[in-house]
Nanobody, 123 residues
Framework: VQLQASGGGLVQPGGSLRLSCTASGGTLSDNAMGWFRQTPGKGREFVASINWSGHLTSYGDSVKGRFTISKGGVKLYLQMDYLNAEDTAVYYC???????????????????WGQGTLVTVSS
């Protein structure tokens, strides 16, 4: 399975972006998925995750109330609102290779990773 993240770009503080992640080579409709982000000099940070059915989600403390994760078919989404400079990072989507998994917060629980899409929040 391959994942392709898209939707990154430059946005002003307070603005919104919607990231997408498309799976190929498999639907991942019954797989848990998630978003992580990374900035230079920092480790990979958990952003949001969703369980296999889409009914359970989990968010990092820094994005709670501002970001929304959702999934459908071969796609995973991350709606990002009220963006600020601290949200600037490369965002990665990831998926569990096993079906019927939970809303994992640890990167080690996810097996497939996309190439990342850059989000820059700046005026």
């Amino acid at each position: 399975v391959q994942l392709q993240a898209s939707g990154g770009g430059l946005v002003q503080p307070g603005g919104s972006l919607r990231l997408s992640c498309t799976a190929s080579g498999g639907t991942l409709s019954d797989n848990a998925m998630g978003w992580f982000r990374q900035t230079p000099g920092k480790g990979r940070e958990f952003v949001a995750s969703i369980n296999w059915s889409g009914h359970l989600t989990s968010y990092g403390d820094s994005v709670k109330g501002r970001f929304t994760i959702s999934k459908g078919g071969v796609k995973l989404y991350l709606q990002m609102d009220y963006l600020n400079a601290e949200d600037t990072a490369v965002y990665y989507c990831a998926a569990d290779r096993l079906t019927r998994g939970g809303a994992y917060t640890a990167a080690g629980n996810l097996d497939y990773w996309g190439q990342g899409t850059l989000v820059t929040v700046s005026s």
